[in-house]
T-cell receptor, first 118, second 119 residues
Framework: AQKITQTQPGMFVQEKEAVTLDCTYD???????LFWYKQPSSGEMIFLIY??????QNATEGRYSLNFQKARKSANLVISASQLGDSAMYFC???????????????FGKGTLLTVNP | GAVVSQHPSRVICKSGTSVKIECRSL??????MFWYRQFPKKSLMLMAT?????????EQGVEKDKFLINHASLTLSTLTVTSAHPEDSSFYIC???????????????FGPGTRLTVL
C-alpha cells in the first residue's frame, strides 16, 4: 500500500484564486511529520511547509497552509492567491519514526502538477 | 533558509566511466545527507542515507558498489556512479538535514540536482 497518496496528477487554477492539493497518508506511528515541497521545472526541491503529528494547529507559511485532518489522515496543501510562479510539481512527503530510533527518511507521493493560468 | 548546493548541475559521460557528484551544505552543518534519484515525471526515490563519519545506509535494491557514497565532513557528501551505463542516466538530487536551524529537525533541504546522461 502506498504510504503517501496524491490523487491529482494535474491541477489547473486561475491566477489569484486559491487551490487545494490533496494528500493522504498511511502510517501506524504516533509520531510523524508531513511535508510539502515544490519542484519547478528547474528541478530543485523547495521546502514549503511542515506539520507535526502532535501539532494541534494547522501549519501556515505565507500563502501556504496545511489542512491537517488527523482522523482522516489527510494533509492537504492550500495555496491562496495563486501566482504564475506557483506553476510547478508539488510533492507531499512523510517522515515516520522507525524502531530503534528515527533516521528521518522521507517517503514521497507521486506529485501533483499545478498549472496557474493568467 | 538552509542552502544546499550540488555540483555539477549537468554531466554527460561515456559508458564505462565514473562520475562524482558533490553535495554541500553551505550555511549549516549536516550530519545526515540523503541521495535520491528521480526519473522523468516521477517521484523521488531514496537511494541512500549518508551519515558523517560512517558508512552510508543503502535502500533495498540499490547497489552499494555501483553508487559509492562518502560523507567525509559535516558539509560535504559525494556520490560516485561507477562504471556508468545508459540506464544510470537520471536526475540525482541530494538533501541535508539542518538539525540546529529554526526548521523542524527532520526537515530536509534539497540541492538543485544533477542531471546525468550516459552515452
Amino acid at each position: 500500500a502506498q504510504k503517501i497518496t496524491q490523487t491529482q496528477p494535474g491541477m489547473f487554477v486561475q491566477e489569484k484564486e486559491a487551490v487545494t492539493l490533496d494528500c493522504t497518508y498511511d502510517t501506524s506511528d504516533q509520531s510523524y511529520g508531513l511535508f510539502w515541497y515544490k519542484q519547478p521545472s528547474s528541478g530543485e526541491m523547495i521546502f514549503l511547509i511542515y506539520q507535526g503529528s502532535y501539532d494541534e494547529q494547522n501549519a501556515t507559511e505565507g500563502r501556504y497552509s496545511l489542512n491537517f485532518q488527523k482522523a482522516r489522515k489527510s494533509a492537504n496543501l492550500v495555496i491562496s492567491a495563486s501566482q504564475l510562479g506557483d506553476s510547478a510539481m508539488y510533492f507531499c512527503a512523510m517522515r515516520e519514526e522507525e524502531s530503534g530510533g528515527s533516521n528521518y527518511k522521507l517517503t514521497f507521493g507521486k506529485g501533483t502538477l499545478l498549472t496557474v493560468n493568467p | 533558509g538552509a542552502v544546499v548546493s550540488q555540483h555539477p548541475s549537468r554531466v554527460i559521460c561515456k559508458s564505462g566511466t565514473s562520475v562524482k557528484i558533490e553535495c554541500r551544505s553551505l550555511d549549516f552543518q549536516a550530519t545526515t545527507m540523503f541521495w535520491y534519484r528521480q526519473f522523468p515525471k516521477k517521484s523521488l526515490m531514496l537511494m541512500a542515507t549518508s551519515n558523517e563519519g560512517s558508512k552510508a545506509t543503502y535502500e533495498q535494491g540499490v547497489e552499494k558498489d555501483k553508487f559509492l557514497i562518502n560523507h567525509a565532513s559535516l558539509t560535504l557528501s559525494t556520490l560516485t556512479v561507477t562504471s556508468a551505463h545508459p540506464e544510470d542516466s537520471s536526475f540525482y538530487i541530494c538533501s541535508a538535514r539542518d538539525v540546529i536551524g529554526l526548521a523542524p529537525e527532520d526537515t530536509q533541504y534539497f540541492g538543485p540536482g544533477t542531471r546525468l546522461t550516459v552515452l
